[in-house]
């Protein structure tokens, strides 16, 4: 084909542009009357649109204004020049008492505004909560709530010998199976969930909803009910689409105040007795606790230390707390806040904690240190008593850990290349993985209930490593290997995947790659993951603007 000339390359940019000035006027059928040809549509599919979420009229936050000082000048006031002494005198004493008075509201504003930045302690309802909904919202989450507080979930854990074969094939057999459900996902709903950055996510136990909550950078709570029916939503276009409208349904709860990146929550979890509770850590130095019956959201600790994550055993009754400070809290929940206890055990942060759920008293942390640890939580509660000391320092740590006393106090360590970003525990106790900045995943198999009176484990070193990417810089959450909470199926767990087209990434427990989950509509790496603690086929994901993603088998659409 030959190339257009300079006089034909100006005629074409000079009809585009008239056909643009035409369309601007509104002046469509001139277009068609000069024999333009329209422009046409992309086709369907060409292009990845973002989630379009519903118009809602936003009831918008108090903001609280401080008054500003003005001179007399900028005042302009008027001054009669024949007043006389008298007169004088009067005005200026009403002038300063007028002063006095707006001195006194400019205190009371600057006030106001410095309590409205200071967290919030107080136990705080829904209406407080969802400031920004409106009270049909507020019904239909309340709904929600009532629907999954009809009969107790308890967390469940499987056996420690559970899916443990002697023989590789019936490894492969396992995951096989795992193979024919998982690989089968696909995106079947999508939202804007969180205003802000997904920082932490959990998968509601009820079975018949797929309810997800997610906390983000801000302290803000996305609930997300996201098979629930949807709204017709038209595009820039005019044009309803399902496949960038949202999915689901979904609220959004300020829990934790200011709503700053000083209020990030940093873990989640549901009540281990029921899950008619939601806990929730942040970086406000709080914990609370959301009751789905009551409404209330309560405050139940407060640390000086930033939190990094949580942990509670199947019982309920204590909770494990870790902090930016290198310590882990102990916290009965049956007792007053005052009388927690603080363990010192690193000299740098403690990003998550894990407790192991069928032997308790065996604790997982992973340290910007590089180094990962089992702790024996019986060795360390010996430290104090009920009269306290309730702060124990690393120094006091490292000397029972060093005596002949506090032998087993740390049941196994593993060194990694640098900072050790998460560890957990599988639900039978026995697998642990890890993530590191090293760009690995490590995984352990370790048979615990052996060694419950040993000193320390036989060998703890990883029998395999997994090579992947972990470089998520600032404005990705870091990448954390979560396992399917489910019991009854074998051991596997997800991680984002930043290299290959924003994938989900599902192994098992002894590293099979199971699934590697990918949708041309995603554009930002899916960085925090949580699976469904009853379906196999169900796994949710977050990225870094808040929007959120429901894998599943396409026939549940």
Partial sequence: MSELTTYELEREANIARNRALLEEL???DAVTQLGIPPKLKPAPGTRAKPTQPAKKVKREREVVEVPRRQSARLKKEVVDPNETAAQKKQREEQ????R??????????EEKARLAKRPRHQELDLTTLGDRLEESELGLLRSSFQA???????KRTADANAFVFHEDQNNE?????LRNKLQKLRVVSRAKVTENRVYSAAYHPEATKDLVFFGDKHGQIGIWDARAPVDEVEDEDGDISTDSREGGKYWRLQCHWPASSTSSISSIKFDPVDAHSLFTTSYDCTIRRLSFVSGISQEIFSSEHLITSMDLPVGGHEMWISDASGGLTHLDLREPKDKACWYGLSTAKIGTVSINPTSPHFLLTASNSRELKVWDSRKLQKLTSATGPYQLSQYTVQDLVWSKKGKGTVRGIFQHGKSVSSAY??????????????DSIRLWDLDVAKYNSSPAFPSFTPFRGIKHNCQTGKWVTILRAVWNPNPDVYPHFTIGNMNMNYALDIYSCKGHLIARLKDSRLTATQAVTCSHPSVVERCATGNASGRCV???????E
């Fill in 148 to 154: 999954v507080t009809n009969v107790p979930l308890p």
């Fill in 425 to 438: 525990w599988d639900p039978r106790g026995r697998s642990i993985v890890s993530t590191s900045y090293d």
């Fill in 100 to 109: 006095q008075i707006e001195e006194q509201e400019r205190l009371e504003a």
């Fill in 95 to 98: 002038q300063k008492k007028r």
């Fill in 26 to 28: 509104d002046l469509k």
């Fill in 173 to 177: 057999a396992e995951v096989n199976e």
């Fill in 550 to 556: 429901l894998w599943a088998p396409p026939d549940v």
